[in-house]
């Protein structure tokens, strides 16, 4: 048995990881990463339009500082996420992009003068702020109230992952690619690493290690179709469920966005939108102001998609050879700014559609995008079940979106999360809690057991069809675990699910390699796969509201009163999976729940909304600043590391 | 009516000893705008089980899906078999280590490549991250980031007629993120340091201008140019050395 020892051993090599990685390494400690592919093709490089952080450096983001992003934030996630976490996230975006900014990525800066922008369709001049010549500029994005996505053209992903992927490089960090973790090595509560496949040998090893960090990405390809990359199945999540211990959190949150290809669901940014772009419907018609007057195009994601849908039904769409879909309309942004600005989404229209979008309008539909649930975490990114697990990233439910994540905030997410969790993984290891007893006999046993599936697996003889079972849940998820949901179809999901899982056992296969052979890679993902499916599945059938990207066309209301509470999904040993749930306390929240402002109100209230909305409107009479305000009402400065405590510099905000 | 498209795919296990290197036939009825993505996903589920290729992002931006599509190298995931004859022949990326069928380790050969030159931004010191950012001129700024596209799929090496004889030539891929460092204010080194790292025939004097590079970079970089502006600089430096 091939047995490594690390410090910290990262599963993924994304943003998250990586900066992860990085944060360790500079804290005197050893991470070693894995990854299923070489880090710098991870699904970090398909991020397009941009980055979040409150610098405030553009005509359009005058006056933007961490108290808008967070109220952004928190109206995004309808009130499902954890406002502490928000707090730490928006404080820490600007230095995430400042230290991105020293160590390579060349952001796209602002140019002194006036400028041309297209805003609701129509073309602007705009007049850049005095002083900010050369500074980071931004774009707008959904469901903001300033210009704040900071971009480079349309590659921030590439440029940002390029970036990060070569400093690990630089600081010596080993990077163990085209490997795979099977399973999480732990003794009752306690994670010490991990069973790790070579996909290219077949090999198994066990990696030991005082903390383990999951940074997976997200559980997309549960869908048939999917912006994600295909590797984004849900597995990093799955190796923490069947443990047995750590616990999944918000695991129906799952974001549709609205303008992906059709068919090939490759995303095109809302950048896009961002940038002046507008819908249209068969008739040419731009359909959104008629629904959301205010934000049109650009509200939230959950909205658009939605509301794109509900066009759709009302016979609206345009019919084409692969289902119906709407138009999205660039034309107006001019060739000049699309072959600058746009070049990724103008390549991708030309190989995938054949299309030149500077000319033609470009079919898309709403399609899966990114999953909000994931590991269960608290704000150091630390399962709270299991000692010694933390996860980061999309990979994690830290609980920074709730039920939706505002475009530009995954990217700033990776990073911020990396640089945070990165603290107090080290803090952790450093601390005697961080001692593990390191154990050949139990890393030999967990081996032994993978081992054992795997040769079972390789002799398996079943009727299923591994390729046949994975079509159908995929299918399952589209159909009835979708954009608009109800309890019949739920329920038919979480039925058709669990005989999926049955009949997962009894696959047979075709190939017998051992080393290099993605049949077998299948078969032991697939029930993995479907573990998590029905994860988001129970989720949404037992979520008897609409929240965010959950929408229910039974439980159209947001119920604060019953709801204002997260999903906590865990799978015991010995038994069937566990819904728990872990309410949102309102009394301690900075910005209590009220309305977003699309639509129509519709919400129960919590009992305790009233009583705290009145609190926090009489300290916002009392406090001198909007530091000391913030202060009062949830304190969160004292959790962050001690370096990165200071506040944010900007232009019309001096530090001494 | 759909053509039956013919693929004709190269397979050999190299950890089999039982493997011979051979190309096998898969018949396979086009659809409207199938991609070598889909059909090769196609071919894996109905066919060929155990058939290796690497895709992640099927959109052509990871770079992992290089490979010699009749001949020439170019990304799998966005070229339409509408593009190509009846006859589709695919083989494995040259000059990268096989891993197996049609599945390549250009990340080990990409890493190395990235110690060797240390393709990162040498820094003077690090930054005050609480403070407002050093600015940069917008144009720079876009020009950096027009030197940055390179997704190291490997195509450049794969088309390369200096790579095929010297086996530690750093290709057009490594010299372009030379070019990419050099043009970039934020990295300290100057040219003494490149030519510490490609100033030899197994780096820019290495290149023979064969352009193959130029015409099958996915990405449209300008890798010539590059190559020449950067071989103008460091013989420049060498001449100042001796």
């Known amino acids: 048995m091939k047995l490594l020892y690390t410090d910290v051993l990262i599963i993924g090599g994304g943003l998250a990881g990586l900066r992860t990685a990085i944060g360790v390494k500079r804290r005197g400690l050893d991470p070693l990463i894995l990854s299923l592919v070489p880090p710098k093709r991870s699904h970090s490089v398909a991020a397009q339009g941009g980055m979040q952080a409150s610098l405030g450096n553009c005509a359009k983001s005058e006056g933007d500082n961490e108290d808008i992003h967070f109220a952004d934030t928190v109206r995004g996630s309808d009130w499902g996420c954890d406002q502490l976490v928000a707090r730490m996230f928006t404080h820490m975006a600007p230095k995430a992009v400042r230290e991105l900014a020293a160590w390579g990525v060349p952001w796209s800066r602002v140019r002194a003068g006036v400028h041309e922008a297209v805003i609701h369709g129509e073309r602007v001049r705009i007049q850049a702020l005095e002083g900010a010549q050369g500074l980071i500029t931004a774009r707008d994005f959904g469901g903001t109230k300033k210009w704040r996505t900071c971009y480079t053209a349309d590659g921030t992903g590439h440029a940002m992952l390029y970036t990060l992927g070569d400093r690990a490089v630089a600081e010596s960090i080993p990077v163990h690619d085209r490997r795979e973790a099977l399973a999480l090595i732990h003794e009752g509560e306690r994670c010490q690493g991990a069973i790790v496949r070579n996909l290219m040998t077949g090999e198994l090893s066990a990696y030991l290690a005082r903390a383990t960090v999951i940074a997976t990405g997200g559980y997309g390809h549960l869908y048939a179709v999917s912006t994600n990359a295909i590797i984004n199945e849900g597995l990093g999540q799955a190796i923490a469920l069947e443990t047995g211990v750590a616990q999944l959190g918000n695991l129906e949150a799952v974001q549709f966005h609205p303008t992906a290809i059709v068919p090939a669901g490759i995303l095109v940014t809302e950048g896009c939108r961002g940038d002046g772009g507008v819908l249209r419907d068969v008739d040419g018609y731009r359909f959104m102001p008629d629904y959301e007057p205010e934000k049109a195009e650009l509200a939230s994601r959950d909205v658009v998609s939605r509301r794109m849908v509900e066009h759709m039904r009302k016979g609206k769409g345009v019919k084409g050879r692969f289902g119906e879909h709407l138009w999205l309309d660039i034309t107006v942004l001019g060739r000049a700014h699309i072959e600058k600005h746009l070049r990724e989404v103008k390549e991708i229209c030309q190989y995938f559609l054949g299309i030149d979008p500077a000319v033609d309008y470009i079919p898309v539909r709403p399609t899966q995008h990114y999953s909000m649930g994931g590991i269960r975490t608290d704000y150091r990114g630390e399962s709270p079940t299991l000692r010694g697990l933390f996860a980061c990233g999309e990979a994690a439910c830290w609980d920074l979106h709730g039920f939706n994540r505002l475009g530009g905030n995954s990217v700033a997410e990776t990073v911020v999360s990396g640089m945070l969790v990165s603290e107090y993984v080290a803090d952790f290891c450093t601390s005697p809690e961080g001692d593990i007893q390191l154990s050949s006999a139990l890393a030999r046993e967990f081996l032994q057991r993978e081992q054992a599936k795997l040769s079972r697996l390789l002799a398996a003889t079943g009727e299923e069809n591994p390729v046949a079972l994975r079509q159908q849940m995929e299918h399952i998820m589209m159909e009835r675990v979708g954009l608009f949901r109800n309890g019949a179809e739920l329920q038919t999901a979480v039925d058709e699910l669990r005989i999926l899982l049955q009949r997962a056992e009894n696959l047979g296969l075709r190939s017998r390699q051992p080393a290099a052979n993605p049949e077998l890679v299948l078969a032991y993902r697939l029930p993995k796969m479907l573990k998590i499916a029905l994860g988001v599945a129970l989720g949404a059938l037992a979520r008897t509201e609409s929240r965010g990207a959950h929408f229910r066309e039974d439980y159209p209301e947001r119920n604060d009163r019953d709801w204002l509470k997260r999903t906590l999904y865990r799978w015991p040993e010995s038994g069937e999976p566990q819904l728990d749930y872990e309410p949102l306390d309102v009394k301690q929240m900075e910005l209590p729940p009220g309305f977003r402002g699309y639509g129509t109100k519709n919400i129960v209230e919590h009992p305790d909304t009233k009583a705290r909305q009145a609190e926090v409107a009489q300290a916002q009479q009392r406090a001198p600043d909007r530091f000391a305000l913030q202060e009062q009402l949830m304190p969160f400065r004292h959790l962050l590391p001690e370096r990165y405590r200071k506040p944010n510099e900007r232009l019309h905000e001096p530090l001494p | ?242």
Not at chain 2, 46 to 65: I, K
Not at chain 2, 133 to 141: G, S
Not at chain 2, 152 to 177: P, S
């Open chain 2, 1 to 242: 009516m759909n053509r039956t498209l013919r693929f004709q795919i190269f397979r050999h296990h190299p950890l089999d000893p039982q493997s011979q290197p051979r190309l096998e036939t898969y018949r396979l009825e086009e659809s409207p705008g199938m991609t070598l993505f889909i059909a090769l996903n196609l071919i894996r589920a109905e066919q060929a089980p155990d058939l290796n290729f690497d895709f992640v992002c099927r959109a052509g931006v990871c770079g992992s899906c290089a490979m010699l599509i009749n001949g020439r190298p170019g990304l799998a995931c966005r070229t339409l078999t509408a593009s190509l004859p009846e006859t589709i022949t695919l083989l494995p990326l040259p000059n990268f280590e096989l891993i197996a069928d049609l599945s390549v380790n250009t990340g080990k050969w990409m890493r190395a490549l990235s110690e060797r030159l240390e393709t990162w931004v040498h820094l003077n010191e690090e930054p005050d991250i609480d403070r407002l950012e050093a600015p940069m001129d917008a144009d720079l700024a876009e020009q950096i980031y027009e030197l940055d596209r390179c997704i190291e799929c490997g195509c450049c090496l794969a088309a390369c007629g200096t790579a095929q004889m010297r086996k530690d030539f750093v290709g057009a891929v490594g010299i372009h993120k030379i070019a990419r460092f050099r043009a970039d204010p934020r990295d300290c080194r100057d040219d003494a340091a490149y030519y510490e790292v490609i100033g030899d025939e197994d780096g820019v004097f290495g290149c023979m201008s064969l352009l193959g590079c130029q015409d099958f970079c996915p990405k449209n970089l300008s890798l010539q140019t590059q190559i020449a502006f950067i071989r103008r600089k460091l013989a420049r430096q060498g001449w100042k050395k001796t």
